[in-house]
C-alpha cells in the first residue's frame, strides 16, 4: 500500500517537523515546547496587530465563492482564483477561518518597510504588489518604491484593510460577466476592502518577541539615571563620582530635544576644568 501524500504547503529550506524518540518514547524538548503552546512554526494563524503582519501571508476575501489574492507566474499577472467551498477528502464545509494556502503562487512575502508603518508584499517570483494614481493593481516590478508600499489597518471584526501611498485601499470589484477584479481606489473601508490574513505561527512570535523588546528599551530611556551614568561614563581617579541635583533638569531637557550625548559631554568638560578648584 503507498503511503499517504501529505498536502501541507512547504516552502523551499522548510525543515520537517519530525518526531524525535528517545528509548521511552518521549518527545524533543522543542516539539513539546511547541505542543504546549498549541501551535507550531509553521501554523497559519490570524495576525492580531499590523506589526504581526510578516513572512510568508495569506491573503483571501469572504465573497461567494471565497477568493485570494494570487500571482499567475506565466503570464505574470495579479488574480483572483477561487477557493473551495466543500474540503475535497471529506466533502464536508470548509468554515471561513479555516483557508489555508495550497499553492505556493497564493503566498505573497511581507516585509516592513524601515522606519516606517509600511509594508511591501512579494510574489515568490521576488516583484512587488504595486498600485498606481488611479487604482491600477500589478505585480511587475522588482525594484521597490512608494507604489510598493501599503499600510495596514486592523478593523473591528478582525479582518485587514490595505492602504495604498495614494490614501485608497485594496479591494474587490465586480467587472463585466460576473468576475471578480483586484482594484485599489476606493476611498473608504467596505465589505469590498476587508480580508482575512494569514500568517506563519513562527514569524509572527518573531515579531511580537523584537516588538517587546524595542519597548522595554523605550521604557528604559524614559528615566535618567545620573548617579549610575556617571559611574559607567563620567568617573575618573579611584572611581570618583560627582553628581549634582541642578544638572537633572539640564539633562531631562537635553534628552526631549535630541542632544543627551553633547550634553553629558558638556557636563564631563566642565566637571574636569573643575576638579582641581
Not at 28 to 45: F, P, Q
Not at 58 to 84: E, G, K, Q
Not at 86 to 107: A, G, Q
Not at 149 to 177: F, K, M, R
Given at each position: ?26 518527545t ?17 494563524v ?12 495569506f491573503l ?30 471529506t ?70 484593510a ?35 490574513v ?50 537633572t533638569?539640564?539633562?531631562k ?9 553633547e ?15
Amino acid at each position: 500500500m503507498s503511503e499517504k501524500k501529505s498536502m501541507k504547503l512547504k516552502f523551499k529550506g522548510e525543515k520537517s517537523h519530525k518526531k524525535r524518540q528517545d528509548g521511552e518514547g518521549s518527545t524533543s524538548r522543542k516539539r513539546k515546547r511547541e505542543e504546549d503552546e498549541g501551535e507550531h512554526e509553521t501554523d497559519w494563524v490570524r495576525p492580531q496587530q499590523p506589526t504581526h503582519i510578516i513572512g510568508p501571508t495569506f491573503l483571501y476575501h469572504a465573497s461567494d465563492p471565497p477568493v485570494c489574492i494570487a500571482f499567475d507566474s506565466t503570464r505574470t499577472r495579479v488574480h483572483l482564483p477561487s477557493l473551495p467551498r466543500t474540503d475535497p477528502e471529506t466533502s464536508e464545509s470548509i468554515p471561513l477561518l479555516s483557508y489555508e494556502p495550497k499553492d505556493v503562487n497564493h503566498v505573497w512575502v511581507v516585509t516592513h518597510v524601515a522606519g516606517t508603518d509600511t509594508i511591501n508584499l512579494r510574489t515568490p517570483d521576488g516583484k512587488f504588489l504595486s498600485s498606481d494614481k488611479v487604482g491600477l493593481v500589478t505585480a511587475s516590478r522588482e525594484a521597490r518604491g512608494p507604489q510598493e508600499e501599503w499600510t495596514a489597518y486592523v478593523t473591528e471584526d478582525g479582518t485587514i484593510a490595505l492602504q495604498n501611498v495614494y490614501g485608497n485601499y485594496l479591494g474587490i470589484d465586480e467587472v463585466a460577466g460576473g468576475g471578480l477584479a483586484l482594484r485599489a481606489d476606493s476611498e473608504t473601508i467596505g465589505f469590498q476592502e476587508k480580508w482575512w490574513v494569514k500568517v506563519q505561527y513562527g514569524h509572527m512570535k518573531k515579531a511580537g518577541e523584537e516588538e517587546r523588546k524595542r519597548k522595554e528599551i523605550i521604557e528604559g530611556m524614559t528615566t535618567i539615571d545620573e548617579a549610575g551614568t556617571n559611574r559607567v561614563h563620567q568617573a575618573w581617579g579611584a572611581g570618583r563620582s560627582i553628581v549634582s541635583k541642578e544638572d537633572t533638569k539640564v539633562l531631562k531637557k537635553a534628552k526631549k530635544e535630541g542632544r543627551l550625548a553633547e550634553a553629558l559631554l558638556d557636563r564631563r568638560a566642565k566637571l574636569k576644568s573643575d576638579r582641581f578648584c
